[in-house]
């Protein structure tokens, strides 16, 4: 059938910084939690997700394309992205590391 996903097809989502589409699970899940901007790698929060690459470069481009508060259908609200900043370097700076030894 046309337009059916496949069995095992794993759901894909759109990255607000770079509008590049990837798997669900490849995609840090955010969501708004009091005008804050807050990691959900688990997807378990409540509420409307917006979906990022574990990249500097894509989390830059969405703040700098004002992405986050129209994914969360928030326009002309300013979400502070602070929290996931430091989500993304903790993370990035852990896999390089990793990347180095082995």
Do not use: N, W
Request: contains cysteine; aromatic residues 4%.
């Amino acid at each position: 059938m046309p337009g059916r996903a496949g069995a095992g097809a794993c759901p894909e989502r759109t990255c607000v910084g770079c509008r590049g589409r990837a798997a669900k699970s490849d995609l840090l899940r955010i969501v708004v939690v009091e005008d804050r901007c807050v990691p959900d790698p688990r997807g378990r929060l409540p509420g409307r997700g917006a979906y990022t690459h574990l990249d500097l470069g894509c989390l830059d481009l969405a703040e700098r394309r004002r992405a986050f508060p129209r994914a969360f259908r928030l326009p002309g609200k300013h979400l502070d992205t602070s929290e996931v900043r430091r989500y993304v370097e903790q993370r990035t700076a852990g896999e390089q590391a990793a990347s180095r030894r082995g």
